[in-house]
């Protein structure tokens, strides 16, 4: 259990560099609703961990595993979307979710981003 309430799961720790504070991340990650376990996103996503991109379980459970590690976020709805989801959204207010990640690459620097 992480500080504010996070649960995490680590399957495997990974053996690459870390996912500390200002490093940037490559995360695949499925998205399921905690009482349904229903699957509502899936795919991968880029972020720096500490710039507050991303719901607040997210950065205090991925810090703890390094490069090539997966495992499985609990996050409670109060660090998830909270009380107000965004309007159209899936989830309910202060819902729980959980969240299957895996650490595809951890960086000093920022993913180039896709040509459109």
Known sequence: ????????????????PAAAEKKYVLVKYTGKHVTTDSVFDSGSYPLQIGSRGVIRGWEEGLVLFNEGGKGRLFIPGFLAYGKNPRPGSPFKPFEA??????LLKVSDTAFAQPAQ
Not at 97 to 102: A, R
């Open 97 to 102: 979710l959980k969240f299957d990640v895996e």
């Open 1 to 16: 259990r992480t500080g504010y309430g996070t649960f995490v799961e680590i399957q495997q720790q990974g053996t690459g």
